[in-house]
């Protein structure tokens, strides 16, 4: 009988290990599909998950004609024209990478998205993301990562502005809760 009892109980803890899996415990590299994500998990246990062949991922934005560092941060600066579109496209595309299950898995957690857009262009050139590798999100697939890529950069175009153009490249992030 203790032998049925061990034998259950131990199935029940390799099923909620098995749902529980973790993606990006460690820093790796993704070969899948045709693409090769990285997975840079700081000490912090802050994961950067990124499309390998990524050039903006480490590079601050400077001015095009001097090199001089931009501050996102300076106050009065717009880089975009306004638009009323675009943030809730952004929202929408996160949204739908998601299952429902996936979604209930996430509830309550948020995580960064952050795009690095053509100052040229306003299309959006790379993607990555951020979390806590302890959060949910560290159990999500690479492949719904990879889809909310793929989307924003189909689908999210920006306006800029004279200012946004000197630029490198825009760097524009928003943290969500997929619903």
Not at 5 to 19: G, Q
């Amino acid at each position: 009988m203790k032998t049925l009892i061990l034998a259950i109980s131990t199935l029940f803890c390799v099923a909620y290990l098995h749902a529980q899996t973790n993606y990006y415990a460690t820093t790796k590299t993704f070969n899948q599909d045709g693409y090769i994500y990285q997975c840079d998990v700081r000490a912090s246990g802050f994961v950067r998950l990124y499309n390998k062949s990524n050039k903006w991922i480490k590079v601050y934005p400077v001015y095009k004609s001097t090199g001089e560092s931009f501050a996102q941060t300076d106050a009065g600066i717009e880089l975009f024209e306004d638009d009323n579109w675009t943030s809730s496209k952004c929202k929408s595309i996160v949204n739908a990478a998601f299952s429902d299950s996936e979604k209930q898995k996430v509830k309550g957690h948020d995580f960064n998205i952050i795009m690095y857009i053509n100052s040229s262009t306003g299309r959006v050139d790379e993607v990555s993301f951020e979390f806590h590798k302890s959060d949910p999100f560290a159990a999500i697939p690479i492949s719904v990562y990879r889809k909310i890529e793929i989307e924003l950069k189909k689908d999210i175009w920006f306006t800029l502005t004279a200012e946004g153009k000197m630029l490198s490249y825009i760097f524009y992030w928003w943290a969500q809760e997929p619903q």
